[in-house]
């Protein structure tokens, strides 16, 4: 089967560096998006993966291990506006998306 | 700017009483999605059109029914209301379904059911 693990929910302060990490089982994979989705609006592109490594991209960064199942989105220099729900994506053998949960990351001044 | 338009943006029905929800694109992507999604979920796919050709997900109800009369257009049928379809529906487009492409979201119409 396929599934995604993902915190519910994360706490950090404006101008710090956040990860939120995400773990996941699927007999199958082409890939892993990060989406932002701001409360009440729809999800927004952030990041894809399909190698192993690092992808860099202004403040947010996310990092892929398929050996391990295992992502990350780093956010550097926090921001007020980034409080919104991280959705960890699994694209699986048929590309069809797999949702995880969100985590609902609240930023703090 | 091309973008994914939802009308509209909230809509109140009463239980039993037919909805449409309505989506155009002008992103002439090829691909267009309806999710589901509940306070505090993950986006729960309904179906999706690949050009006219119409995919229907397992779980989803029959109450749930769906018209793409042309690339630009898709509309959401919801035939019968229960108080469980209050949610937000969410409109996506993507290029195709052959390969990792991002899909583009609209702002969704949020569905109260009274």
């Known amino acids: 089967g396929q599934n995604i693990d993902q915190p519910t929910e994360m706490t950090a302060t404006e101008g710090a560096i956040v990860q939120i990490n995400c773990t996941y089982q699927?007999?199958?994979?082409?890939?892993l998006f990060w989406y932002q989705q701001h409360a009440g609006e729809a999800p927004t592109f952030l990041s894809y993966?399909?190698l192993d490594g690092l992808e860099e991209k202004g403040r947010f960064s996310s990092f892929l291990s398929r050996s391990k199942g295992y992502s990350y989105l780093l956010l550097k220099e926090l921001q007020m506006k980034d409080s919104a729900s991280y959705l960890c994506?699994?694209?699986?053998?048929?590309?069809?998306?797999?949702w995880g949960a969100g985590t609902k990351l609240i930023i703090k001044p | 700017d091309a973008m994914v338009i939802q009308n509209p943006r909230y809509q109140v029905t009463q239980f039993g009483k037919p909805v449409t929800l309505s989506c155009s694109q002008t992103?002439?992507?090829?691909?267009m999605y309806w999710y589901q999604q509940k306070s505090s979920q993950a986006p729960k796919l309904l179906f999706h059109y690949y050009d006219k050709d119409f995919n229907n997900e397992a779980d989803t109800p029959d109450n749930f029914q769906s018209r793409r009369p042309n690339t630009s257009f898709c509309f959401l049928d919801i035939r019968s209301p229960g108080l469980g379809d209050a949610a937000m529906y969410l409109c996506?487009?993507?290029?195709?379904?052959?390969?990792?492409?991002?899909?583009?979201f609209g702002p969704g119409t949020r569905l109260l059911v009274l």
């Open positions: 996506a487009t993507s290029t195709s379904t052959g390969g990792p492409e991002t899909q583009y």
């Open positions: 699927t007999s199958g994979f082409n890939g």
């Open positions: 993966n399909v």
């Open positions: 994506v699994l694209l699986d053998s048929n590309y069809q998306l797999i």
């Open positions: 992103l002439n992507h090829n691909v």
